[in-house]
């Protein structure tokens, strides 16, 4: 029902930092909880972060918490990931999702964005 498209990923060195954002269309966007999770070649779909409908419950994977923040802008019907003292093991394509659950199980998410991809160098 929601429709999402990430940006904001690119090349960035060992130590920097990026925002990823996710632009949402619809009228219900305030509705959800909004996930970001990450795929790497090869391997399943992890999850990163996620944040309530309301934006007042937030949680992370252990391997971002103190280096990754999310948040959301419900005016602007946008959801953010930043994103600071990267690691090349965070090099990743990273996706926004939509869901009715404030979950980090990929199965409770129902909208799912095409992905950004995030690289990071030593």
């Known amino acids: 029902q929601v429709q999402l498209v990430e940006s904001g990923g690119g090349l960035v060195q060992a130590g920097g930092s990026l925002r990823l954002s996710c632009a949402a269309s619809?009228?219900?966007?305030?509705?959800?909880?909004m996930g970001w999770f990450l795929q790497a070649p090869g391997k399943e779909r992890e999850f990163v972060a996620v944040?309530?409908?309301?934006?007042?419950?937030?949680y992370y994977a252990d391997s971002v918490k103190g280096r990754f923040a999310i948040s959301r802008d419900n005016a602007k019907n946008t959801v953010y990931l930043q994103m600071n003292s990267l690691k090349p093991e965070d090099t990743a394509l990273y996706y926004c999702?939509?869901?009715?659950?404030?979950?980090?199980?990929?199965?409770?998410?129902?909208?799912w964005g095409q992905g950004t991809q995030v690289t990071v160098s030593s």
């Open positions: 999702a939509a869901g009715m659950l404030t979950s980090y199980r990929p199965e409770d998410f129902g909208s």
């Open positions: 619809g009228r219900t966007f305030s509705n959800y909880a």
């Open positions: 944040i309530s409908s309301s934006g007042v419950r937030t």
